[in-house]
């Protein structure tokens, strides 16, 4: 917010003035584990994963500029169940008051008091992954959010007239998530048409505000982009970073993706190894000439981005055509491809290769029967010595 620097941590939130380089801060929530909060004048409004005090301790409220506090929770959020868990917490920017919470289970709810009374928006939730909610900028009435469904589907959904109606429930599959997370959508800063989302080695653009999206599938990157900007000085740039994977095993990579074509195509800006006990960047934001990140386990890191230049001066922008179909599957796994596949691992949710198949030519189905009800990674390995990797559920016989 302006110079300062705000960052949500599991003892509360703390602050920096960057104009002035100061030391860090207590701000608010002291002790509370708290995901994100919103802002207005002296007014704030946290979502915190639960306290000590009981597990109805989702929302806490500041009314003298975070120096004390009350909890905040309503009813609102155990109609259906005891347990909650909120995600993300947004302010409408055109007014403070109006804000987004996005939630397990319950999808999406709205507040148009700062969070004193609620309302569900539209009560499809991801379940699995829950990540993306937000205004469009340009046009608040427009309203987004994204995940993962159960059956590792991502999907976008998205309202124009202020979340009173949204398209049917399996509309969504028209928003191309495939089988990959959807983590988070960024807006161009002066035309309300364009907009990027990025998720699980995949990064995509919009020039329909939305309606469709052209994929660019960086499979060869291994990278699953949790967070995506436009630069607001350069518009025509935007920045991706993520959690570094290869083969599913987690390492401490930090690599950052540029576009200088508002998208279209993409290369890596700068990779640092750095030790971050298997974390990766969650967030992100441009200050400046800086790209500030947060990271998952490892704290805060800052780069100046007039340092950073292409490492490969070959944009990654081949669209995998590799289909999986059905999914869920139950007997029998067929794919699609003019890729020649040399051989499939099959690995459980750990990580763990539980099976190999060597393909042969024309060979396009895999035997799932000895397969037990649940969800895999399934890898295709290419003749062009590269990985695919999709996700597949397994249900009942």
Known sequence: MN?????????????????????????????????????????????????????????????????????????????????????????????????LLFHTHYGLSGSEDFGKSWKNLNAVGGGYQSW?????????????????????????????????????FFNYYKHPGGDNCIHDIAFHPTNPEILAYSGEMTIAKSTDKGETWNIKD???????????????????????????????????????YRSTDMGDSWHIAYKEKLDMNGGGV???????????????????????????????????????????????????????????IQHIDILNPMGQTIHQYAVSDNEKRIDVTFLIPGNYFVIFHTDQQTKIIKKVCISKK
């Open 3 to 99: 110079d300062t620097l705000y960052v949500s941590t599991n003892t509360g939130v703390y602050r920096k003035d960057l104009k002035q380089n100061s030391s860090w801060e207590q701000y608010a929530f002291k002790g509370i584990p708290v995901t994100e909060f919103v802002k207005n004048g002296s007014n704030l409004l946290a979502i915190s994963p639960g306290t000590k005090d009981g597990k109805d301790s989702l929302m806490f409220l500041s009314e003298d500029n975070g120096k004390t506090f009350q909890n905040y929770t309503s009813p609102h959020f155990f109609e259906f169940e005891e347990y909650n868990y909120p995600h993300r917490i947004v302010q409408n920017p055109r007014n403070p008051n109006s804000i």
């Open 132 to 168: 993306f909610a937000g205004f469009h900028p340009l046009d608040t009435t427009t309203i987004f959010y994204s995940g993962e469904m159960d059956s590792f589907t991502g999907y976008i959904f998205r309202s124009t007239d202020s979340g009173i109606t949204w398209p049917d």
């Open 218 to 256: 960086l499979f060869n990157s291994s990278i699953y982009f949790y967070t995506i900007l436009f630069d607001g000085e350069n518009p025509d740039y935007l920045y991706a970073s993520g959690l570094s994977r290869k083969s599913l095993n987690i390492n401490d990579t930090i690599f950052v």
């Open 282 to 340: 969650i967030d992100m934001l441009k200050y400046k000439d800086k790209l500030i990140f947060y990271t998952q386990n490892a704290g805060l890191f800052e780069l100046d981005v007039k340092k950073t230049q292409p490492l490969s001066i070959n944009t990654i922008e081949k669209v995998n055509n590799l289909r999986v179909y059905p999914n869920p599957a139950t007997n029998t796994l067929f794919f699609d491809t003019e890729t020649r």
